[in-house]
């Protein structure tokens, strides 16, 4: 797929490669990722990335690679440092591919060297292999590993605390630089030789998280280096794991692992592609990961990616339910986990619980709806409950039959961020989409136990939709503006225009009028809507935020300020078609098509977390984000099906 492969002046381009991020998972958890050159530009950086006790490690954090001819050496790696980047081995790269798997191919002098490199599913192990496609003498190459053995959100000091030694096994060595983490396995497929040479290299620098406002130089170890002779056509595997390896099976796991990887010769594939990175498998539970690399598992997140990363990428309702279980397990008190697993979680989150009932809309429209209710009908009905009776604080549901939430110096609502202890998008009261969101779950309810006769819950709740819907008109509707207030508190309507109304016309249950609808509609198009999703706030609103970048504080204060999410896309998509029919369909494929052009940009096969507010719409945050890819997924399937219609 050209877009998809890079040509010699952009790989030598370190401003154009820098800027465009690769990412292998083994689908447990772990990952490796770097950029399209291998020089890494964030602490999250790393070939070989693993979960140690619920959080990700950066074992290896990188291999240089010296090809040695006539007793000159050719060093093919590359690291910043103070001033200047050392060695520059990008320059002799003349090829990048992304299918079947990562490769880059060298060339320098006579010597042409193929490097390509597979994560292993479902084991904490990267490989890499590296082919001489040409030369014309003896040839070498030194493989020198780069050890961090630190967490992704920190970074590593030479120190002498770290067990520098390392002892022989077949074929590699193994390294342990504290007794906290794994040992790590380094071996080869072939004979070779390792020369110790211990050494910190110092004041190594990742210039993202400079431009981050963070701390941003380490110090790695490098225990020496490995040197095996190569012919001409000749391959080396080398293979990076928390376990000791075969090295005589190495080359069939290679073409195995190789073998595993989805087809990436279009856009959708791409996504479907991206997609089975964030499932994740560890022991019973299934989940998701909400964006690589430096998200873990989030409540919300899962349950909007989830049908767009299961259902509408691969038909994988299996996946689906897995996660649906795993979730249902760790329902307390009608809440989810928000972040993190049990018994470290944070319950706090008090839209993912009605997140779940859109999920299972979604599920319920592949396996059925009785299976819906037989399965996780007395889940629906503990949440319910949970927020009619006020059983967690700061959410509860009041005489109208709206739901009003709300902590002090929290943020219960998607728009989560928090600065010097308060949130930058105060939220508390009546949200609108939390309100469009209870209405659709308790009719939604209604309707499966009313086909599976469940008499006693319909005659306790049959009676609440119709009070939802009617206070929800009613306190919501901003008459003057033609649209939807996006809270409701004691002061009255917050009248900023932001995207979170699009729910109350997306959802399966609406309380809007067809008329509303078109309001909302049309004011999200006219002062939200972007080229890569919808804006947060207005750019009409003297707190726009039109970029996204700067320091922590910075950019979390333009995070819901005016930051374009692509997630968001996938019910305007919805909304529009479910309202406006096939005549929607040029516009939604437009919509789309803006995506199609970025996936060589930020991480590559992939969709970003957000976009700056301000045109071009520039990517930024995460590289892979679940519920962008996942939406955009859904909204393909949903175009897809409104082609169909006669």
């Not at 797929?1 to 952009?10: A, Q, T």
């Not at 941003?216 to 794991?241: C, H, K, M, T, W």
């Amino acid at each position: 797929m050209g877009c998809l492969k890079f040509n010699k002046e952009e790989l030598v381009n370190l401003e154009y490669a820098l800027k465009r991020e690769v990412l292998l998972t083994n689908r447990a958890g772990g990952y490796c990722s770097t950029t399209i050159v291998c020089c890494n530009t964030r602490k999250y950086h790393g070939l070989l990335v693993l979960p140690v006790e619920e959080e990700n490690r950066v074992l290896l954090s990188s291999l240089s690679e010296t090809v040695v001819q006539h007793e000159k050496s050719f060093n093919l790696g590359i690291h910043k440092y103070p001033g200047t980047y050392y060695p520059r081995g990008h320059k002799y790269i003349v090829d990048f591919n992304y299918e079947p798997v990562f490769s880059l191919v060298y060339r320098v002098g006579g010597v042409t060297l193929k490097k390509e490199m597979v994560m292993v599913h479902n084991e904490e192990r990267v490989m890499i292999r590296y082919t001489l496609i040409d030369a014309h003498s003896e040839t070498r190459l030194r493989l020198k590993p780069f050890l961090a053995y630190r967490g992704i959100h920190d970074l590593c000091k030479a120190n002498p605390m770290a067990d520098t030694r390392v002892e022989e096994v077949t074929r590699g060595i193994r390294s342990r630089l504290y007794a906290a983490f794994p040992s790590l396995y380094m071996q080869l497929s072939d004979e070779h030789a390792f020369v110790p040479a211990s050494d910190w290299y110092y004041n190594i620098e990742y210039t993202e998280e400079r431009l981050r406002g963070y701390e941003f130089q380490e110090d790695l170890f490098v225990p020496g280096y490995f040197e095996v002779p190569l012919r001409r056509g000749e391959s080396v595997i080398f293979s990076a794991s928390t376990a000791e390896e075969k090295p005589g099976e190495l080359a069939n796991d290679f073409e195995k692992a190789t073998g595993e990887r989805g087809a990436r010769d279009n856009f959708e594939n791409c996504l479907k592609y991206s997609a089975s990175q964030f499932i994740v498998r560890d022991g019973e539970d299934t989940g998701i990961v909400a964006g690589y690399p430096w998200f873990g598992r989030w409540g919300r997140d899962t349950f909007i990616a989830l049908p767009g990363v299961t259902l509408f990428a691969n038909g994988d309702a299996k996946s689906c339910r897995e996660v649906l279980d795993t979730m249902a397990r760790q329902l307390r008190d009608g809440l989810f986990p928000n972040v993190g697993k049990p018994p470290r979680a944070a319950y706090n989150s008090a839209d993912a619980p009605l997140w779940f009932f859109w999920t299972l809309q979604q599920y319920g429209n592949v396996a059925g709806k009785e299976e819906v209710w037989e399965r996780y009908g007395e889940k629906m009905k503990e949440i319910l409950t949970a927020y009619r009776d006020g059983k967690n604080p700061g959410i509860h549901v009041t005489g109208n039959g709206l739901a009003w939430t709300g902590l002090h110096g929290q943020a219960l609502t998607w728009m989560d961020a928090i600065v010097d202890g308060k949130p930058v998008t105060p939220r508390d009261g009546y949200a609108v989409e939390i309100n469009a969101l209870w209405y659709n779950a308790a009719c939604y309810a209604l309707e499966l136990a009313e086909k599976a006769g469940d008499t006693r819950f319909v005659e306790e709740w049959k009676e609440m939709p119709g009070k939802i819907g009617e206070s929800f008109r009613s306190l919501f509707w901003y008459e003057k503006g033609g649209y939807l207030a996006d809270r409701v508190e004691e002061a009255g309507q917050d009248v900023r225009v932001r995207p979170n109304q699009v729910f109350a016309c997306s959802l399966d249950y609406s309380p809007l009028t067809d008329e509303m609808k078109h309001g909302v509609l049309d004011v999200i198009r006219r002062e939200l809507l972007s080229s890569r999703g919808l804006r947060t706030l207005s750019p009409k609103n003297p707190d726009y935020k039109g970029s996204y970048e700067g320091n922590q504080e910075e950019r979390d204060s333009a995070y819901h300020q005016g930051t374009v999410w692509p997630w968001l896309t996938g019910a305007y998509i919805e909304a529009n078609l479910k309202l406006r029919g096939k005549q929607f369909l040029p516009v939604a494929r437009e919509l789309l098509s803006g995506f199609e052009e970025d996936i060589s940009l930020h991480g590559i096969c992939s969709i970003a977390e957000v976009y700056d507010g301000n045109p071009p719409q520039r990517p930024n945050g995460c590289i892979s984000q679940a519920w962008s890819v996942g939406e955009v997924l859904r909204s393909m399937a949903l175009i897809k099906a409104y082609e169909s219609l006669e």
